[in-house]
C-alpha cells in the first residue's frame, strides 16, 4: 500500500472522514456485517486501499439490526464463528451454546477492533447508488451522506436477510401505541411490562421473540398465518468440555470444509431409506441433542417423501405433547410444508409459552387482518385491543437490499432490469452484465442453506483470490458471461427440483413477497467451494478478462 493508499483509508472518527468522502479506492465493500469484515480485512491485507460503506452506526450487520428480545443464532456459536484466525478462535470464548444476539454483535466488535478494521468504514453511510462506467471499468457509489467514492472492485455484502418487510394494514398510521419490526428494532430497551402485545409473524424470529415478549408483557397475542416447525434448542451455558470437543474436532471439521461440503442434492442421491423404527430412534436422539440437526438426520430427508413425512409426523408429535390444549396445540402444527423446506426454527420454549394464561394464538389464516385501528387490530372475526404491536413479518430475503440500491452495470442495465425474472448470478458471485462486482452469498451460492459464516468466508477467499490473479495478470475487468450465468443458474435449479424445496412457500423461492419471481437462491449442490476454486484455476472459466 503506497502512502497515498494509507491517506485514503481515513478513519471514519477523524473530523476529515466525517466530511463526505470523494476520491478514489482501489476497492469498496458495501456492508460491516461478518461477510464485510473479512472482507475489509483481505483487501487491506492484499495491498488495496479499500473503504466500507455501512448503513449501521456499528458493525455487525444483522447482529446489529435483530435486536429483538430472544434474538440468538440457531446454529452452534462454536460453529458460527469464523474460523480463518486460530488465534480469533483461542481467544474468545462464547458464554452459552447458542450466543444471543448482544454477545454475537461483541464479537463483531471485538473482530473489528483487533484487526484494526473500523477506520475503513463510513458509517451511517447507506448506499444508494453504485454505477458501473465502460469507458474506465470503475463503480461510482454513492451514499445518502454524500459520499461519491470511485473504485475498481465492488462487493456487496448486504447480506441476505437486510431488508425488512412489513405487510401495509389499512389504520397503520392510526395505531396509539409503538409498532416494532423485530428487524429494525430499537436501541433502547423496550419495556412491555403490563401491555397487551400483539405479535404478527411465527418464523424465526417470531418463535424467538414470543416467549421473551410473554414472560414480561400483560397478555401476548400471537397473529399466525402459518405454523412453522421449531426444534428445541436446549440451550444453556457453554462448558469447557464442549470447547475441548470442538478443538479436538476442529482439524477434521477445517479439512471437511476444505474438501467441500457434500449438499443435498449430491448426498441424497443413492441413499438408503432407514427402516421407520431406525429414523424414529435417530429422531429422538436428535431432539434430544436439540438445534437444527434433527433435518440432516438422514441424507434424503429433503428429497425423499417418505422419510420427510416421517420427520414430519416425528416433531407434530412432539408438538402436541408439549403443548396442553389440543385445540391450540392441532393449530400450532404445521401441515403445508415437509420439515424443513422452510427454514427450521430454533426455539427456547416456543411451545410451552401457548400453556401460559397471558398468551393467546389467533388464526388469521382462518381470519385474517382486516385493519390496525388505533387501539389495536381488526380481523374478520373480531377486535383486539393491544398496547404494542411486534411485526415478525421477515425479509425481502437475497435480492432485497441488493434492488434497494440504484445499481447499474454495462450499457446502464439497472440490476432490476437484469433481475427482473428473479434474482441470478454466476457462482451465486458475479452477474452478467455487472463487470468487476461481486455478491458474498448471493443467490445461487450455498448461502441461506449453508453456515453462513463459512460461506461468507468461502466467498471472501475467492474473491481475494480473483483480485489478486487479476491485478497480477494486468486485467482491469472481469465480468462473468451471460452463457456461463445461464447454465449455472439451470444447474441450481435442476438440483433443487430434485428436492422438496420447491414445495414450501418460502422465502427462499421469494414466495413471502407479493409479485416476487418465484426463484429458489440457494445452491444445494456438493463441492461448491471446489467448483468455485476449479474455475478460477482453470483462468475464470464462465468469466470475460480484459
Ligand atoms: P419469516 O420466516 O419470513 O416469517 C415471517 C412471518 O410473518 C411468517 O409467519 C409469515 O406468515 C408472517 N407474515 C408475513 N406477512 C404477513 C401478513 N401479511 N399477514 C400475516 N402474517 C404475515 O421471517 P423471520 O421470522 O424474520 O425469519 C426470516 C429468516 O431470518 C429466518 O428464516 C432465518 O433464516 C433468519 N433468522 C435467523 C435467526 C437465527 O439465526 N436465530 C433468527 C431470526 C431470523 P406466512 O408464513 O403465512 O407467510
Redesign the pocket.
Known sequence: MTSRDREKNVPEGSTAARQPLTGDVDAVVVGAGFGGLYMLHRLRELGLSVRGFEAADGVGGTWWW?RYPG?????PSLYYAYTWSEDLSREWRWSERYAAQPEILAYADHVADRFDLRGLIAFGARVLAAIFDEATALWTLETDRGDRVRARWCVMATGC?SAPRA?QFPGEETFRGPRLH??LWPHEAVDFAGLRVGV?????????AIPRIAEQARRVTV????P?FSLPAHNGPLGDAEIADYWARRPKYLKMLKAGLPGVAAHAEGAPVPPVEEQRRVYEEMWAIGGPVLVASFPNLLTDEAVNAAASDFVREKIAQVVEDPRIAARLLPHDHPIGT??I??DTDYYQTFNRPNVELAD??AA??EAITPDGLRTTEREYALDAIVY????D?VSGALLAMDIRGAGGVTLREAWADGPRAYLGLAVAGFPNLFVLAGPGSPS?LSNMMVSLEEHVDWVTGCIADMRAGGYTRIAAEPSAQAAWVAHVKDLADRSLFPRA?S?YVGA?IPGKPRVFTAYIGGGYRQTCEAVAAGGYEGFALA
Open positions: 435483530n434474538a440468538r443464532c440457531d446454529l436477510l405487510p423485530t428487524g404478527i409473524g411465527t418464523g424465526s424470529s417470531g418463535i424467538q397473529f399466525q398465518r402459518t412453522n422452510k427454514r426454527c430454533v388469521i389464516r385474517p387482518i415478525a413479518t421477515g425479509f430475503a441461506v412457500n422465502w413471502n
